[in-house]
């Protein structure tokens, strides 16, 4: 083979790289939204955990799985928010998003002993996961949860609980559910300057929690 076909082979075989490249780049550019959305069909559990960090959708979700009677407790745990503690120093009581949720749920007809806040201070979704597995392992009863979260966070979350909660004695079972009130738009991203800023930061935590958490 001459030095031109050479040359021309090279810059064929790096064209078609190339272009394999922007496909997949497109594809993925395309589907990220999705792949950040683990949707599980909801069946009869133990607990639904909700996962704080978002708005009122979540709890509006677990507030509708508890009434069409896929369980009987809702489980969720308190985050850390700065500036809280200072605010207590100085006498001022400011109820924390746990707490909030909590609210939001008895007004909407949750009886008081069916909704239980764990102490933590989490400040991640590791945290978090944590602390439902002390939860779990003390009540041998709980074999599996609905985990409720905004769309965007489901998939990470899901996978953060399942490693987590691997490491008990026994296996626990975890659905993801989505809150159907979440306004997040997976098929088109990218047209939201609110969505695309999830986008970004849950596959920065993806990376994180696999090279870093685990």
């Not at 076909?5 to 272009?19: E, F």
């Not at 792949?35 to 507030?63: F, N």
């Not at 707490?99 to 949750?110: D, E, M, Y």
């Not at 002993?113 to 933590?120: A, E, R, S, T």
Request: aromatic share 8%; proline share 3%.
């Amino acid at each position: 083979m001459n030095t031109n076909k050479r040359l021309s082979y090279r810059r064929l075989t790096a064209g078609i790289i190339l272009l394999l490249l922007a496909v997949g780049m497109l594809y993925f550019f395309l589907h990220a939204g999705r792949l950040l959305v683990q949707a599980d069909e909801p069946r009869r559990a133990d607990i639904i955990v909700v996962l704080m960090g978002g708005g009122p959708d979540r709890m509006l979700e677990a507030v509708d799985l508890y009434q069409a009677g896929y369980a009987q407790k809702i489980v969720l745990v308190e985050n850390n928010q700065p500036g809280y503690d200072l605010l207590e120093e100085r006498g001022v009581y400011l109820p924390r998003d746990a707490h909030l949720a909590k609210s939001v749920g008895r007004q909407l007809g949750i009886p008081e002993k069916d909704c239980v806040i764990l102490p933590g201070d989490a400040l991640s979704t590791q945290d978090e996961a944590r602390q439902v597995g002390n939860y779990v392992q003390k009540h041998e009863d709980v074999k599996t949860i609905l985990l409720v979260s905004s769309r965007y966070h489901t998939a990470r979350a899901a996978r953060v609980f399942n490693r987590v909660l691997g490491d008990l004695d026994r296996e626990i079972t975890v659905i993801a559910c989505p809150s159907r009130y979440d306004t997040f738009n997976e098929a088109a991203w990218w047209r939201s300057r609110e969505d695309a800023k999830h986008v970004v930061s849950e596959y920065l935590k993806l990376l994180a929690f696999y090279t870093v958490d685990r």
